[in-house]
């Protein structure tokens, strides 16, 4: 069992109120907050070891270099990719899909296929089609029912060896669905096509493993598991990171440069160009630790009682519909209230000291498949509370009575 008053005391900013009330914080699949113990490390690394990477031969510059790499041996571990390298620091997940779109475009031609799911955020969507674009690539969509369950039975059939790439998010941020994810990387095997796996809404809940599942490439942002903003990572099977051509140019991604040819240099370092977040990666490893410390398991199961606690409570206010009612799914909660706009009962829970998002949640095609312009969402971390769903619940009836 989770300590939750203690683990809450980690959390600074929970303590703070807004609008004269105390803040509760349900906007966890937009970003997480941040423990004591992350912003402890950031502090030291400016306090007392702030230079740059790979480069100086100085003490500073050798400690902020090991604490780096240290840092990204524990993403390696938490991921179990097979090596270091193949772990890349990114600015964040929407920096790591691009980098595979953008390398792809050397190794698909027209014609060939690629498959995205009709779940996905627009940063796994603008990508594959700005690629398919460039290439003359064919992008297919893998449907869904209103429970927000992808229809596996039409992705066998959309699967051939036309196919090349698949694209699909290991949980939907605007639904909470946990996707098959396994089965899909298995499938598209079969075809021969390469998977990415958009990690950045299950990595909070998940501890995702990229040998058991054999994906491809998994992605994933720090400041949605307890990291700061602007760092995340890409994982690539080695053999993938070779094929794909690098995807900026600069310092740090070369070995050797003159005016006639450049030659790059090694993996990591041939997607890290320019001077990285080092100060965030190094939270990352700690944000991980973090969350290791207090465990995936415990985490799941308890955000799984918050999950159905708030579920069953926000049922019982009248005329309020739940969008995402997949069998599989974490603690997301997409919600309206008929005759009611999210905006409208959005504002009122912020005036209550409740923090939620409303809006389409980067996933337009989701709100276009229930014919809606978007939804309340309540997404709840290992800190939040019973009592908070109790605020929420209260909240929302009390947004209702007014707006009516
Ligand atoms: C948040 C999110 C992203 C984008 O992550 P950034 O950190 O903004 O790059 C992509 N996909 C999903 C499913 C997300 O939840």
């Not at 969509?141 to 429970?147: G, H, K, L, S, Y």
């Not at 369950?149 to 051939?160: I, R």
Request: glycine share 8%; net charge negative.
């Amino acid at each position: 069992m989770l300590d939750i008053t203690k683990i809450r005391e980690d959390f600074p900013i929970l303590k703070r109120e807004v609008n004269g009330k105390p803040l509760v914080y349900l906007d966890n699949a937009a970003t997480s907050q941040t423990p004591q113990q992350v912003i402890d490390v950031i502090v030291d690394y400016y306090h007392n070891y702030n230079a740059n990477i790979h480069r100086g031969v100085h003490a500073l510059s050798q400690e902020a270099t090991d604490k780096y790499e240290v840092a990204r041996q524990k993403i390696q571990k938490h991921f179990n990719a097979r090596k270091s390298y193949e772990i890349i620091f990114t600015s964040g997940t929407t920096h790591s899909i691009n980098i595979v779109a953008n390398g792809f475009t050397t190794l698909l031609k027209k014609g060939d296929e690629i498959l995205v799911s009709a779940m996905e955020h627009h940063s796994n969507i603008v990508p594959w089609q700005m690629l398919a674009e460039r290439t003359g690539a064919v992008l297919r969509v893998i449907p869904m029912n209103m429970e927000g369950e992808l229809l596996m039975e039409v992705y066998d059939e959309l699967l051939s060896d036309m196919t090349k790439l698949v694209f699909c998010n290991h949980i939907s941020n605007a639904l909470g669905t946990i996707n098959p994810i396994k089965e899909i990387i298995d499938k598209a095997h079969a075809v021969g096509a390469a998977v990415l796996i958009d990690g950045a809404q299950a990595a909070p809940h998940i501890k995702a493993d990229m040998q058991q599942l054999d994906v491809d490439f998994y992605a994933a942002s720090a400041h949605k598991m307890c990291g700061p903003t602007g760092v995340g990572m890409l994982y690539g099977k080695e053999e993938w990171l070779n094929k794909l051509p690098p995807y900026q140019g600069g310092g740090e991604m070369i070995a050797e440069v003159t005016f006639e040819k450049t030659t790059y240099a090694d993996l990591p370092h041939k997607f890290e160009a320019g001077t990285p977040n080092i100060c965030g990666g190094i939270a990352f490893g700690a944000a991980l630790d973090y969350m290791n410390h207090i465990g995936f398991d415990e985490i799941a199961e308890y955000e799984h009682g918050l999950l159905e606690y708030a579920t069953q409570e926000l049922l019982k206010i009248e005329g309020l519909r739940i969008y995402g009612t997949a069998k599989d799914k974490t603690s997301v909660i997409s919600f309206n209230i008929e005759g009611l706009h999210p905006y409208d009962i959005g504002s009122i829970l912020d005036k209550l000291g409740v923090a939620v998002r409303t809006g389409h949640h980067c996933a337009q095609p989701i709100m276009d498949f229930y014919g809606i312009p978007g939804t309340v969402r309540a997404s709840f971390c290992f800190y939040n509370t019973k009592d908070e769903v109790n605020t929420l619940v209260k909240a929302v009836a009390r947004a209702k009575a007014m707006l009516e």
